[in-house]
T-cell receptor
């Protein structure tokens, strides 16, 4: 059974600081997604990572994928309050019908 | 920009009652999904649907659950006899069939409360 774990589960950081969220998964995957969820809202797609060494950047967020280590990271640079949300990674197992298996989520709180 | 829509936004029901949650996927998408999220927990896969049949389902998706695409636009999730533990946010998602690597786009969700 695929397990997807994120850490930390909760992250409180000051504006302007950098931090990294980690996503580990337990079996072979051919793609990994990062989603953002604001409280009471739906899931917004941030990145899709398709191959080993893939790196994607959008604004203050940068995601990377190491398929050999089964690890993805979401790096936050110079955090701002608007980034406060819960971030989920989601993995698609190779050969499945594209169902997403989500991580536990990381609740990010950026304080002034 | 096209988006997935869901109705109702909030449904309150009594235990044992049937509920139908409705979704309108993005118009040129042909893969459809239901997920649920119990309050404060992670998002869990329920079922995927393609070409008018279920392509995969999870252990959660037991005989009490069914999905249907009754016409060219709607995609529904029915729970026949709701239980307290069915209380959750239910998300519909859709994906373009042309590219396997395409993102799944999620609707705003239906919050189901079972009393």
């Amino acid at each position: 059974e695929l397990k997807v774990e994120q850490n930390p589960l909760f992250l409180s950081m000051q504006e302007g600081k950098n931090y990294t969220i980690y996503c580990n998964y337990s079996t072979t995957s051919d793609r990994l997604y990062w989603y953002r969820q604001d409280p009471g809202k739906s899931l917004e797609s941030l990145f899709v990572l398709l191959s080993n060494g893939a790196v994607k950047q959008e604004g203050r967020l940068m995601a990377s994928l190491d398929t050999k280590a089964r690890l993805s990271t979401l790096h936050i640079t110079a955090a701002v309050h608007d980034l406060s949300a819960t971030y989920f990674c989601a993995v698609v197992v190779t050969g499945t019908a594209s169902k997403l298996t989500f991580g536990t989520g990381t609740r990010l709180q950026v304080t002034l | 920009e096209p988006e997935v829509t869901q109705t109702p936004s909030h449904q309150v029901t009594q235990m044992g009652q049937e509920v139908i949650l409705r979704c309108v996927p993005i118009s040129n998408h042909l893969y459809f999904y239901w997920y649920r999220q119990i309050l404060g927990q992670k998002v869990e896969f329920l079922v995927s649907f393609y070409n008018n049949e279920i392509s995969e389902k999870s252990e959660i998706f037991d005989d009490q659950f069914s999905v249907e695409r009754p016409d060219g636009s709607n995609f529904t999730l029915k729970i026949r006899s709701t239980k307290l533990e069915d209380s959750a946010m239910y998300f519909c998602a859709s994906r373009n069939r042309l590219r396997r690597t395409d993102t799944q786009y999620f609707g705003p969700g239906t919050r189901l409360t079972v009393l």
